[in-house]
């Protein structure tokens, strides 16, 4: 997909801007994460500073989004479950925060479609290409949604790995809650900038899930 050079420069600028409200939510978790867990952050420089970009992060707890959200240098847009919009406060607090919803089971089209559309206006997107959390400490095949942002918009993949989040209680004595931004890939560096379809989201998919391995140090999906 191609863009408007001059108004993808303008979306840019106005993407660059942290919101006041926003910055104090995330000093707020940052200073949360850090008193009760130790959160280390690590790599933040990795993630662009102008420009769309997707986050692609492992996913092991409710937790993550947040850990996430308030390590990222810049303003970042979510996906959260439909149900939590519902919620009195909440859903305007999270609605504020960039969350878009996104229904829990089946291919949710339209929430892909409003992220692509952050992307298009020059912002950041995070996703957890495994789709749901999972408490082990591996890495478990990705959903395709992430393949097809990445093909359709051709923007930067900056892979990010969140340890030890999985039983975050125990981080209060041993302190070693730690997010990891890797270095920024595109489908060129992976060969992959001319790939199409269903198949090819999927192998894109794949090829994500491998970057957030390395980054973490860990084993890659067993079918990766």
Not at 54 to 76: M, Q, T, Y
Not at 179 to 196: A, E, Q, R
Not at 198 to 217: N, P, Q, R, S, T
Request: glycine fraction near 8%; include cysteine; charge should be positive.
């Amino acid at each position: 997909m191609e863009f408007d050079t001059e108004s993808a420069t303008e979306s840019n600028k106005i993407a660059r801007r942290m919101r006041l409200g926003y910055r104090l939510t995330a000093l707020a978790a940052t200073i949360l994460f850090k008193t009760l867990f130790g959160l280390r952050k690590i790599g933040r420089e990795n993630v662009p500073e102008t420009g769309a970009f997707i986050l692609a992060s492992n996913h092991k707890s409710w937790f993550d989004p947040p850990i996430v959200g308030c390590a990222c240098p810049r303003e970042i847009n979510f996906a959260a479950k439909k149900e939590l919009f519902s919620i009195p406060l909440l859903g305007g607090f999270i609605t504020y925060l960039n969350s878009i919803p996104v229904r829990r089971k089946g291919f949710d089209r339209e929430a892909l479609v409003r992220l692509g559309q952050r992307l298009e206006s020059g912002r950041g997107i995070i996703i957890f290409p495994e789709g749901t959390r999972y408490l082990d400490d591996k890495l478990h095949l990705p959903k395709a949604g992430v393949g097809m942002l990445a093909i359709k918009y051709k923007v930067p993949i900056v892979p990010v790995y969140v340890k030890n989040s999985a039983k975050i209680r125990r981080q209060i004595f041993r302190r070693k809650l730690t997010i990891t931004f890797g270095k920024p890939f595109t489908l060129s560096d992976i060969n992959m900038d001319n790939v199409y379809g269903k198949d090819a989201y999927e192998k894109v998919a794949c090829a994500v899930m491998y970057k957030i391995a390395e980054v973490g140090g860990v084993e890659p999906p067993v079918s990766v």
